[in-house]
């Protein structure tokens, strides 16, 4: 599987869990009183924050969380009071070589890095990219990261995606930004470039898994895990449409998935049914420029999150980078060349 049709798109987080093993965990505490009624996976979360609670539910089904002595289901609820023992195998970091490779940095203070991603450059080491990724080059300017689960890493842009993207810079950091994913609190949205036009904005509540039919990407299948996108549309062309898209979940290949659900392919992306859509009697410029885009056209464009320190909200925003400018004004050109109340969201 290549890195652009590899899980990863639309801020999926990572696994913390996978890695080989490393230097053992001891913890103690008692669950919070406050914490009544909670899943007992829950209140670990809250009691032990320096932890994902991904982690923290792997540690309960190996049975290597003790709650008032005896081994506990994570789904269990909990009363508060209840005394609580951790050894476990910590998760060893992954060993990946640091690289001198430029880096744009959005914003980085003690306990988190905002990078703007351009497309083309993968996340991180893999099958067919052993280095030159954003990985490699976050050890370089960051040579703490190594301590960090993922290198700081909390959620992926496929290679052909581009734009903001978040790296914890602590480990305490890192759970607190993976826990905002879990809950939905963390907010991501894209602008999408698609072939057909919607009549208006629209919600997308449809379950994504593996397609059974092909397994290089994901589908709408009734098995799948639940998906939400909200889509409003920004600017109509004769053909095309570019679209606003809120994540509320953060499945693999979402937005790409749920568009080509609705009839709406992003440009560039044949994986998920795009097919080179042109107006009808298009401009030569148009033709030439949809031609040489060869990549989806998605960008992740905004992203809000609660600082893991101060828990200060913090809000940050990328332009479109050249290429999709580019497409924009060649679609606009075509455009304004025939209708001009064509545009109208």
């Not at 049975?63 to 005394?83: K, N, Y």
């Not at 300017?141 to 914890?168: I, M, N, Q, Y």
Request: contains cysteine.
């Amino acid at each position: 599987m290549s890195e652009r049709d590899a899980p990863g798109d639309d801020g999926l987080a990572w696994d913390e869990d996978e890695g080989p093993a490393g230097e053992r965990v001891t913890l103690e505490g008692k669950i919070p009183v406050g914490s009544n009624g909670l899943r007992l996976d829950q209140a670990l979360a809250l009691l032990f924050p320096e932890h994902s609670r991904s982690r923290l539910q792997q540690w309960l089904r190996q049975g290597q969380i003790l709650l008032d002595g005896e081994t506990a289901a994570p789904r269990r609820r909990v009363l508060g009071g209840e005394q609580v023992q951790v050894d476990a195998q910590a998760v060893m970091a992954e060993h990946w070589t640091a690289q001198a490779l430029p880096l744009s940095v959005v914003h980085a203070d003690g306990a988190v890095i905002v990078i703007d991603k351009p497309a083309g450059l993968v996340v991180h080491p893999g099958a067919g990219n052993p280095d030159g990724t954003l990985v490699n080059a976050l050890l370089h300017h960051f040579p703490e990261l190594e301590a960090v689960p993922r290198a700081g890493v909390v959620h992926r842009l496929d290679k052909d995606t581009s734009g903001l993207l978040v790296v914890a810079r602590t480990a305490a950091a890192h759970g607190h930004l993976v826990r905002q994913l879990a809950s939905r609190s963390m907010g991501r949205v894209y602008l999408a470039l698609t072939e057909g036009v919607p009549a208006g904005g629209f919600r997308v509540d449809a379950p994504i898994g593996r397609d059974p039919r092909q397994r290089l990407r994901m589908a709408v299948v009734g098995n799948g895990r639940p998906a939400v996108t909200h889509v409003a549309v920004q600017e109509r062309f004769r053909a095309h449409a570019l679209l606003r898209c809120r994540l509320e979940t953060g499945r693999t290949h979402q937005i790409r998935v749920h568009l080509r659900h609705e009839g709406l392919p992003l440009v560039g992306d044949s994986l998920y049914g795009a097919r080179g859509r042109l107006p009808r009697a298009p401009l030569a410029e148009l033709t030439e420029a949809l031609a040489g885009f060869r990549r989806q056209a998605l960008h992740a464009t905004r992203l809000v999150l609660a600082h893991p320190e101060s828990d200060r909200e913090l809000t940050f925003d990328s332009p479109l980078p050249e290429d999709f400018l580019l497409l924009l004004e060649a679609l606009r050109a075509d455009r304004d060349s025939g209708d001009p109340g064509v545009g109208k969201a």
